[in-house]
C-alpha cells in the first residue's frame, strides 16, 4: 500500500481483526483515513507493526471515538487497539492468529487483513510469513 496514492481497502467480511504493517513514513491524513476506513468497515481487533505504530493505535482509537461524537462506544462497535514496536513481525502474526480475539465481546474474529504500507510490494512474503503461524482466512 503507498500512501501517495488514493486509499482503497481490500474487502473482507465483518467482523475482522486487521494487522497494519508500516515501513514508511505517511501523513496523520492518509493515517486518519485509513483508521476511519478500518472502524467503518467492522475491524474490531486492530494490530500496528512498524514505523510510529503508537500512533496508528491511537488513530485508530480516535476513529472509533469520532464515529460516536466522542462519547461512550456500544460494545459491539469497540475496536481493540495493540501496537508492537519491538516485536518480530513472525511474532505479531503469531499473536494475531492465537491470541487477538478468537473470540472478542462474543464474536468470533478468524478473519484476518494485513495491510502493508510499504515502497514495495510484498504479498508473497508476507502471506507465508502470515500462513506458517497456522491456518485462517487472510488477505494482503
Keep these: 500500500m503507498n500512501p501517495e496514492v488514493p486509499f482503497a481497502l481490500k474487502t473482507i467480511k465483518a467482523p475482522y481483526k486487521c494487522v497494519v504493517l508500516i515501513e514508511r513514513d505517511v501523513t496523520s491524513e492518509f493515517r486518519q483515513e485509513v483508521s476511519e476506513t478500518l472502524v467503518q468497515t467492522g475491524c474490531r481487533y486492530m494490530m500496528a507493526w512498524g514505523k510510529d505504530c503508537s500512533l496508528w493505535d491511537d488513530s485508530v482509537d480516535l476513529a472509533d471515538l469520532k464515529r460516536f461524537d466522542y462519547g461512550e462506544i456500544p ?34 474474529l478468524h478473519r484476518c487483513l494485513v495491510l502493508d504500507i510499504s515502497a514495495a510490494s510484498r504479498e508473497v512474503q508476507i502471506r507465508e510469513i502470515y500462513e506458517r503461524s497456522g491456518r485462517e482466512e487472510t488477505q494482503v
Excluded at 462497535?77 to 494475531?96: G, I, P, Q, Y
Design 75 to 108: 460494545p459491539e462497535h469497540f475496536v481493540m487497539t495493540t501496537w508492537h514496536t519491538e516485536d518480530k513481525l513472525s511474532d505479531v502474526f503469531e499473536f494475531a492468529k492465537h491470541n487477538a480475539a478468537l473470540t472478542y465481546d462474543d464474536v468470533e
